[in-house]
């Protein structure tokens, strides 16, 4: 199972703990005009090394953020960082998307152990508020390491796994969008319909989190989670708009030790598309719901 973890334990992690990496997993939409690395580079937690998650993002598609599944391609750029399968790796990041899950989560993938694998509770303010050693600039070059990658595709739905499920359920989907896009309303992107997926569940990504970023008490989100009506003791497949933020309640659901729990990568941009078409697949094949009423 992954951790979470306060600043006072990453500063002990540091002082006392040997094969441990700090990855700055920070990533920002488009729109947002800022840039993680350069954001990176100006002020970060004394160590760390930043992790681009664009660097394992298939771009051979026209969808975004799917991940990469070139097991070559990974174990290099892993290897780069200077990590090897039996490092801890501390992830947080200063994004209003959380997006140190989403880079656990592709470890989790890429079959590092579960329990080698940490979220800084608050990500990068919380270090700042702690007083916690910060540097800026460049790191330091690291030797390169050796990574096995050991992909565990049962993790991720695909869309094929998605309409069959949609016939015959087995497994609950939880959208993590935000209530208005969920209910209907506009898609940011041109080219997607609204709405959301029949049957699913929604909860939005940032019900999880305190005003300051930090994580609400694990006991609380499983509250919240059952309040809506999802069932803690069956499967479930997080979704949203490209895969980014439904990594959040995998994280969650991981604290939970709830383990039969998948990722639908595509999300909300391949199912929702007008123009995609992957075999026989038809918009009457990926109906959605605009209404709030299931």
Known sequence: MPWLINAAQLDKFRKSQKNITILDASWHLPTENRSAKEEFLAHHIAGARFLDLNDFHDHDTSLPNMLIRNEKVVSERIGLQGITNDHKVIFYDNSKLHTSCRALWMFKIFGHHPNQLYILDGGYEAWEKYGGKIESGPVRNVGIKSYTVNFQAWLIRTLV???????????????????????????????????????????????????????????KIRKQLTGIGVDLSSPIITT????????????????????????????????????LYVGEASLAERPVVVSLDK
Not at 190 to 207: A, D, E, K, V
Request: aromatic letters at 12%; hydrophobic letters at 35%.
């Open 161 to 219: 796994q998605m309409k069959t499920n949609l016939h015959h359920p087995a497994e609950q989907v939880v959208d993590l969008r935000h209530p208005v896009r969920y209910a209907g309303g506009q898609e940011p992107k041109i080219g997607l319909r609204s709405g959301h997926i029949p049957g699913s569940f929604c909860f939005p990504f940032f019900t999880m989190f305190e005003s300051d970023g930090r994580w609400k008490p694990i006991e």
């Open 240 to 275: 949203c708009g490209s895969g980014i933020t439904s990594a959040i309640l995998n994280f969650a659901l991981d604290l939970m030790s709830h383990s039969q729990q998948a990722l639908y990568d595509g999300s909300w941009t391949e199912w929702g598309s007008e123009e």
